[in-house]
């Protein structure tokens, strides 16, 4: 599962992210294009990374990874898809239900409920968004695994002490 801002880090749109995090970032979107990569099959993850693809350089690491993973769609060795279905109140009913998580984005609980509904436990992979490391030990608790990508800014949150 690749959180949004790891595409956009990779493309180096990420003012916050050092180069070695760019680089972890790049790297990582071409495993994730030799692996599995979780969406869900209503779009909204395709269509967010789609929103954020750069259109000035067409050619980027995040153009490149759209494109193999659109080629890629109905290949389920590559792309599998699950459903999530709606709830009013935490977005996604695949989203756990703990008021630990109240105040986690709600654009990127798609990601941690594609990741529950898959049944097989993928990391999700984050960049630099912080909120993923304020919740981590509510998400964790609630079996969303998660990969920090940049351990650079790992540090520096943890030294500001968030979360």
């Not at 269509?47 to 494109?67: C, H, K, S």
């Not at 898809?81 to 009013?88: E, G, H, Q, T």
């Not at 941690?112 to 509904?117: E, F, I, K, N, T």
Request: charged share 25%; hydrophobic share 45%.
């Amino acid at each position: 599962m690749l959180d949004t801002n790891v595409l956009v880090t990779a493309d180096g749109r990420a003012p916050q992210a050092p180069l070695p995090c760019v680089a972890a970032c790049a790297e990582a979107l071409n495993a994730a294009v030799r692996d599995v990569v979780w969406l869900d099959d209503g779009g909204e993850i395709l269509e967010e990374y789609q929103r954020n693809l750069n259109r000035d350089y067409p050619l980027g690491v995040m153009a490149t990874f759209f494109v193999e993973l659109q080629s890629n769609l109905g290949v389920p060795e590559r792309c599998r898809m699950v459903s999530l279905s709606p709830n009013d109140n935490r977005v996604y009913e695949e989203f756990p239900e703990d008021a630990a998580l109240a105040a986690f984005d709600r654009s990127d609980r798609k990601f941690a409920a594609v990741a529950l509904a898959s049944n097989m436990d993928p990391d999700v992979l984050n960049a630099v968004d912080s909120d993923w490391w304020h919740h981590r030990v509510a998400l964790a608790a609630n079996g969303v695994h998660m990969r920090f990508v940049c351990s650079e800014l790992v540090a520096e949150w943890q030294r500001e002490g968030a979360g």
